[in-house]
């Protein structure tokens, strides 16, 4: 990796890994649109591209929707089959996280490829796509759940495989609609993020053995969103773009609003619950439940009514005047989503009430996130330099040797992790 793209590729994995930590309390679909959406703003601030800058809500929202839709897969007794001491069960576990963690990632990347392969002479046909997706999520769905009956987290949900059919269904199309770049990022991006689960559980593995008191769990989500954001960064980056995306203001305004006014409303109608806030009242002693429930629900009707107007503000002071004012319209609007879940983030769980913890997780997500402003303003080569482009040099004929490496890397980390306790609370079987 040339040192021109670290710096990029560092922010934004720091920044994906950050919006799915914090996803962890918010959860599912909705919880996900807004991590992906972190990380496709992140990627698209750091590549530079005028093209790309101008049109920014409509690439970060559909990495939003991309990396929402395997957020309908459930993964808790998963995680479980990881913590038991048999070895087809982990490694079983190990698996199936990297299947679900592929889903986001290939899905994620796939969106955003599409949306960076956009021309006036090449573009998506969006209404064709979603509704082969639809069938074929439909199609695999029925077929493994009803038909072979592979259940892969009895008895949880099994919308794992309608996000799965989902999947081939997307491959099929950027396959054959020639959209290699888009099939190229999605394969890069699935793989890291599938890597990132199943190696994100084996670090919460570790701590759990170690029994060190800590939010392992949080890591976890961390680690997968780190490892999705770095594939998916580096793979666009080692790409060659020549198209000039072009999108309407029209389709640009309604992004923006979809950003900055349905995603995080929907987020805060699922979350910011009143019974909720009302058991929670006991981490504070000055105002009883019902009093602190409504003090925590109003700061976040505040905070999401400041950042939405501030989004619509800032586009419509800046945008479309010259590529100078794109660039810091783009930053202010990619700064402004991070600040605004983790703000969104510090009222749903009272962090001004709990205190610094080292101990708990949520605390590390400002310094976090400083660390990402302070990479970003103080480098020198924050902005891609698209060169040494690799979709073109046996990139395929590899695939076979890095699909081999994965499934060793998965063998290893079963080993290591029955080796280190003797079964873990929450462990679960698969097979008996």
């Given at each position: ?49 005028k093209h790309w800058l101008k049109n920014i809500p409509v690439l970060a929202a559909l990495g939003a929707i991309g990396w929402a839709v395997g957020g309908m897969s459930s993964y808790g007794v998963v995680i479980g089959y990881c913590r038991s ?309 046996g990139f395929w004929s590899n695939w076979k040797y890095i699909t081999v490496l994965f499934v060793i890397a998965l063998v290893v980390i079963t080993f290591i992790s029955i080796s280190l306790h003797e079964g873990l609370p929450g462990s679960h079987l698969r097979f008996k």
């Open positions: 990796m040339s040192k021109s793209k670290f710096i990029p590729i560092l922010i934004v994995s720091l920044t994906l890994g950050l919006g799915w930590a914090i996803r962890g309390s918010f959860g599912h679909e909705w919880g996900a649109s807004w991590a992906g959406a972190m990380g496709a703003l992140a990627l698209v601030v750091v590549a530079g591209k001491t048999d070895f087809m069960n982990v490694l079983y576990g190990y698996v199936m996280l990297a299947v679900i963690g592929g889903i986001y990632g290939y899905i994620g990347g796939g969106f955003l490829g599409l949306g960076l392969e956009t021309d006036k002479n090449k573009k998506p046909d969006w209404a064709n796509l979603i509704a082969q997706m639809v069938a074929g999520g439909m199609l695999v769905w029925g077929f493994i759940i009803y038909q072979l009956e592979w259940f892969m987290t009895p008895p949880r949900s099994e919308l794992w495989a309608a996000a799965f059919g989902g999947c081939a269904a997307l491959g099929w199309y950027m396959w054959r609609e020639n959209f290699k770049k888009s099939f190229r990022i999605a394969a890069f991006t699935g793989l890291g993020a599938g890597f990132g689960f199943s190696f994100g559980n084996f670090i919460q593995v570790i701590g759990a053995s170690s029994g060190i008191s800590y939010n392992w769990w949080n890591v976890m989500e961390f680690t997968l969103g780190f490892l999705g954001g770095l594939a998916m960064a580096y793979a666009i980056f080692t790409t060659k773009w020549e198209e000039e995306i072009e999108f309407s203001p029209k389709s640009n305004l309604f992004a923006l609003i979809f950003l900055f006014v349905i995603i995080p409303y929907i987020n805060f109608d699922q979350q910011f619950d009143r019974e909720y806030f009302t058991k929670f009242s006991e981490i504070q002693k000055s105002l009883n439940a019902i009093d602190f429930a409504s003090l925590q629900i109003n700061f976040g009707w505040i905070t999401l009514i400041a950042f939405s107007v501030f989004s619509i503000f800032i586009w419509h002071r800046l945008s479309g005047k010259n590529s100078e004012s794109d660039k810091r319209l783009a930053a202010n609007l990619f700064f402004a989503n991070s600040l605004f879940y983790t703000v969104f983030l510090i009222f749903r769980n009272g962090l001004f009430y709990t205190g610094f913890e080292l101990g708990n997780s949520n605390t590390l997500y400002v310094p976090i996130l400083l660390i990402i402003f302070a990479i970003y303003y103080f480098s020198k080569e924050k902005e891609v330099q698209f060169t040494n482009y690799l979709e073109d040099q």
